[in-house]
């Protein structure tokens, strides 16, 4: 697409945002423009190069490397020297979506895309709706955690990806929407069919500064420029706001309350009731249930028969790293779970308490560096009330030390955890070594990870593996000479 019909088309389009300012090109020239990139390190021949500015790099500075690579022309906020045609925006985040969009040829108005946002929940409630749509054969793709590096992919990733899915021949697209992605205007250019709020607590306010501002880039994703249908989880304020607000908006909502649902909570699997029908669903924890209702709900504005999700539901895989029970071969259990915000350590915690049924729930607490600290307090103090013991120890430190990160925790409660090792491995095996029949031990903070990421280097480290190498080392596993049990 020629660059003058390219700004011309995401200028007017009506079944598009439209951008806050119309951007202006500062040399001749109308090159074809083949492809949107953002980063200079990627850039091919033919792409329109973008000049982002992030916490750690300005896309600015990089902008002669990008022509020099082959970028026909470039995005930018301010003059830059560079051999071709410079179009001036006030916000090159505000206007690369769309720009993406277009040269991709806007994918999402050929799927079904549901975008799901909230401060936990959202990886479980992708990973239950691909399986209902999977099982109602609409050959689903998902987008989030378990997929890849960012929640949220950068748009010109997203809309790429979602035109190669529309190749395929892919018809619903479930994706986790972050609040730094609708902040950073990652998802804008993209159509809904559906989108999802789970819930709001504490989390990402070394970003956002302020839950106001949380709550409000969260907002974005429940107005008429992306969806008019969402499902919304009322049983807190927060929802209830959203779901207000949203209907103000025009858009068709669907609130979803569990109060009173009294489901039955086992360690592999949950069983409730849902629109008359019994639903019974092979994941643990409590929480599941609010995930799989606000799945359901979500399948249900697609299209997808009732009975068609209950089956999809019951067919469900286990989510990794999410309530996972570790098979350790031991009397006591072991569960690995991705909680790193206080609101779903408690859940977490209060999950394990009915698995223990009378037993101890132990504790494996860490907190990430170069994150929202000022949660450290309130998840020390959250593991405290939730658990009968707590090891605190490292999650990912990244580049703080990770003594600093412990001390955090520590001010939030008020008397001496069991142990304190900086060596998260260390700390699963005192954890494990307290453990009795009966009782569960929790490990939170990373769940389906692979890595430890220390001193800007990620080491191989998986929550779920070390368990079951220190049950063998402790002599609890069945059989602990061969490893027998793993």
């Known amino acids: 697409m020629l660059l003058s019909a390219l700004l011309a088309a995401t200028g007017s389009s009506s079944s598009l945002q439209t951008p806050p300012s119309t951007a202006t090109a500062t040399a001749t020239g109308d090159p074809e423009i083949l492809r949107i990139a953002h980063d200079s390190r990627r850039v091919v021949p033919?792409?329109?190069?973008?000049?982002?500015?992030?916490?750690?790099?300005?896309?600015?500075?990089?902008?002669?490397?990008?022509?020099?690579?082959?970028?026909?022309?470039?995005?930018?906020?301010?003059?830059?020297?560079?051999?071709?045609?410079?179009?001036?925006?006030?916000?090159?985040?505000s206007l690369m979506p769309h720009l993406a969009s277009e040269v991709s040829g806007r994918p999402s108005e050929?799927?079904?895309?549901?975008?799901?946002?909230?401060?936990?929940?959202?990886?479980?409630?992708?990973?239950?709706?691909?399986?209902?749509?999977?099982?109602?054969?609409?050959?689903?793709?998902?987008?989030?955690?378990?997929?890849?590096?960012?929640?949220?992919?950068?748009?010109?990733?997203?809309?790429?990806?979602?035109?190669?899915?529309?190749?395929?021949?892919?018809?619903?697209?479930?994706?986790?929407?972050?609040s730094h992605a609708l902040d950073q205007h990652r998802v804008d250019g993209v159509r809904f069919a559906a989108t999802a709020f789970?819930?709001?607590?504490?989390d990402h306010l070394d970003y956002h500064i302020s839950m106001e501002a949380y709550a409000a880039a969260k907002a974005r994703l429940f107005t008429p420029e992306f969806t008019d249908r969402a499902v919304v989880v009322v049983d807190s304020?927060?929802?209830?706001?959203?779901?207000?607000?949203?209907?103000?908006?025009?858009?068709?909502?669907v609130e979803v309350s569990v109060v009173g649902l009294e489901p039955k909570v086992c360690i592999d699997s949950v069983a409730f009731r849902w629109r008359d029908l019994d639903v019974v669903v092979p994941v643990g924890g409590a929480f599941t249930v609010t995930n799989s209702v606000v799945a359901a709900e979500l399948a249900v504005v697609l299209g997808v028969k009732p009975e068609v999700v209950v089956?999809?539901?019951?067919?469900?895989?286990?989510?990794?790293?999410?309530?996972?029970?570790?098979?350790?071969?031991?009397d006591y259990t072991v569960i690995v779970d991705y909680a790193h915000s206080p609101d779903s350590l408690a859940q977490l915690l209060d999950s394990a308490r009915r698995v223990a049924d009378g037993g101890r729930v132990i504790s494996v607490l860490g907190c990430g560096g170069e994150r929202d600290a000022g949660k450290r307090p309130e998840m020390g103090r959250v593991a405290e009330l939730?658990?009968?013991?707590?090891?605190?120890?490292?999650?990912?430190?990244?580049?703080?030390?990770?003594?600093?990160?412990?001390?955090?925790?520590?001010?939030?409660?008020?008397?001496?955890?069991?142990?304190?090792?900086?060596?998260?491995?260390q700390a699963i095996h005192n954890a494990m070594a307290l453990a009795d029949a009966g009782d569960v031990v929790v490990i939170s903070g990373k769940g389906h990870e692979t890595v430890q990421s220390i001193a800007g280097q990620d080491r191989p480290f998986d929550d779920r593996s070390v368990a079951i190498e220190e049950a063998v080392h402790l002599g609890h596993g069945e059989d602990a000479e061969t490893g027998a049990g793993q």
């Open 46 to 93: 033919g792409d329109l190069f973008c000049c982002i500015k992030g916490r750690n790099s300005d896309g600015h500075l990089h902008a002669a490397e990008a022509v020099e690579a082959g970028a026909v022309a470039v995005l930018s906020e301010r003059p830059v020297q560079v051999d071709g045609p410079v179009i001036l925006t006030e916000s090159v985040r």
């Open 386 to 425: 939730g658990a009968d013991v707590v090891v605190v120890t490292s999650d990912n430190p990244r580049g703080e030390p990770p003594e600093g990160v412990i001390a955090d925790i520590l001010t939030g409660m008020t008397g001496q955890p069991a142990h304190i090792n900086v060596d998260r491995r």
């Open 110 to 178: 050929s799927l079904d895309v549901v975008g799901v946002t909230g401060t936990n929940g959202k990886t479980s409630v992708v990973h239950l709706l691909n399986s209902v749509l999977d099982h109602a054969g609409r050959r689903p793709a998902t987008i989030g955690t378990l997929t890849g590096a960012m929640t949220t992919p950068e748009a010109p990733d997203l809309q790429e990806q979602l035109a190669l899915w529309v190749d395929e021949g892919r018809e619903t697209v479930v994706m986790e929407v972050s």
């Open 198 to 202: 789970t819930n709001l607590s504490r």
């Open 311 to 330: 089956a999809g539901l019951a067919e469900v895989a286990p989510i990794p790293g999410r309530f996972e029970p570790v098979d350790v071969g031991t």
């Open 237 to 253: 304020d927060a929802g209830q706001r959203v779901a207000n607000a949203a209907a103000r908006e025009g858009l068709s909502v």
